[in-house]
């Protein structure tokens, strides 16, 4: 005569020596999101601690390139041959404005 296992139940969950259970698979990698989500966010705050000094000046950088991109492509339109003097003219403009 054969055993023939009986159906489990939803609520039971088989065991087996050799294999872990599927409870601590799901605990196993709930965990493993937690904690790389707080190495994540360590990280976000150690990169704003070294870096806040730089936020308000690359602001402005971003902000004096984009108004002053129009004038650059007249400038480089003027003189399509000379990309370096160009920039270099541009360059020398914007610091004496600023300066």
Excluded: C, N
Aim: aromatic share 10%.
């Amino acid at each position: 005569m054969v055993d023939v296992p009986r159906r489990l139940r939803h609520h039971e969950i088989p065991t087996h020596p050799t294999r872990p259970r599927m409870l601590d698979q799901v605990a196993e990698k709930i965990a493993r999101r937690v904690i790389l989500g707080f190495l994540l966010g360590g990280l976000l705050l150690l990169s704003y601690a070294v870096l806040h000094m730089f936020i308000v000046p690359v602001a402005w950088a971003v902000i004096i390139a984009f108004a002053t991109w129009p004038a650059y492509r007249r400038l480089r339109a003027a003189m399509p041959r000379y990309p370096t003097s160009s920039a270099l003219l541009m360059t020398l403009l914007l610091s004496t404005a600023f300066v």
